[in-house]
Structure formats: structure tokens, C-alpha cells
């Protein structure tokens, strides 16, 4: 029988596997070693979830779990690869897929730092303060990196001739 907290546990698992795997295919490189990544993130996230008192933060404690394992596989495996193909559930092909699609594709051209940041924000959907929680790095910084992440994919894709509006919002 299952108890509450393996119920808790398994629905913020599947909740966030989806964009786990997602952001640690931006990590690793490739899609082998990001489920791998994965993995070994929801068995570390299983084994430490006592210790997660908010489960609104879960996004963000998962994402540091991850940002972890994905570092410890670096270092014990060869060099970064280049991302070829984005891993994908989606169904059939629409305007919102093949653009995002271009817009993922494009994105393994940005240094590791980069995606690391636009990964969390936008794959995971973490907040600013989360993201920088995360890292381990100051809510300013997440923010100025942020930006500048934008700025350099909005520039390889207008390389590709993707036109990409300028935000009217921060963030």
C-alpha cells in the first residue's frame, strides 16, 4: 500500500518529468544521458522528499537536484555533445510545435550557462527567485542572465531568419 506522501511524492514526479527531461537534454547534450539525469534526480527527490516542506517549491528543488546530477555526469563523462533533436510528446505538427521546435533547436547553440538559465525559466516555468535558489546564485544575476540569454537566442535565430519581437514586459 502506498502512503500520502509516496501519493504526494509520485504526482509532483509526473508532474514535473516532462519538463525535467526537457531541461536536462539542455544540460547533458543528449537525450540518453538526460533520462539518465532524470532518473537519478526523482530517485534522489525521493529519497531526500521528506525534507521538502513547501511543495509549491518543488519545481525548484527538483530543478537543483537535477542541475546537480547533471554536473556529476559531466564530470564523469566525456565532453558536452551537440544536441541534435529535441525530445518530444507533442502530437501532430502545428505552427506553436514547428516554432518552438525552431526556437528549441537554435537554443544548443548557446554556451551551457545560458541554456542552463533559460531552461529552468521557460522549460520548468520557475520563477526568478526559484531559478536563482537553484543555482545558488543572487535574484539579480538569474535576472541579468536571463536577459542576455534572451538577447543572444534572439539573435541566432534572427541568423536563421526567425524575427523575434522584443519584449514589452521584464522577464
Not at 34 to 52: I, K, M, N, P, S
Not at 111 to 128: N, P
Not at 143 to 149: D, H, M, T
Request: proline letters at 3%.
Amino acid at each position: 500500500m502506498y502512503s500520502s506522501a509516496d501519493l504526494t511524492f509520485d504526482s509532483l514526479a509526473q508532474q514535473y518529468r516532462q519538463p525535467l527531461t526537457r531541461a536536462a537534454y539542455h544540460l547533458c547534450g543528449n537525450l540518453d544521458d538526460a533520462c539518465d539525469v532524470v532518473q537519478e534526480t526523482l530517485l534522489a527527490a525521493y529519497r531526500g522528499f521528506a525534507g521538502l516542506r513547501e511543495t509549491e517549491k518543488a519545481g525548484a528543488w527538483f530543478y537543483s537536484i537535477l542541475r546537480r546530477k547533471a554536473v556529476e555526469r559531466r564530470r564523469a563523462h566525456k565532453p558536452e555533445a551537440q544536441l541534435l533533436v529535441e525530445p518530444t510528446t507533442a502530437g501532430p505538427e502545428d505552427t506553436e510545435s514547428l516554432v518552438r521546435g525552431i526556437i528549441l533547436e537554435q537554443m544548443t547553440k548557446l554556451s551551457r550557462e545560458d541554456r542552463e538559465i533559460l531552461a529552468g525559466k521557460y522549460l520548468l516555468g520557475l520563477s526568478y527567485r526559484e531559478l536563482a535558489e537553484s543555482i545558488g546564485i543572487k535574484e539579480a544575476s538569474v535576472r541579468v542572465r536571463s536577459l542576455r540569454a534572451k538577447e543572444r537566442l534572439r539573435g541566432i535565430l534572427r541568423g536563421v531568419g526567425v524575427e523575434v519581437p522584443e519584449s514589452r514586459r521584464k522577464g
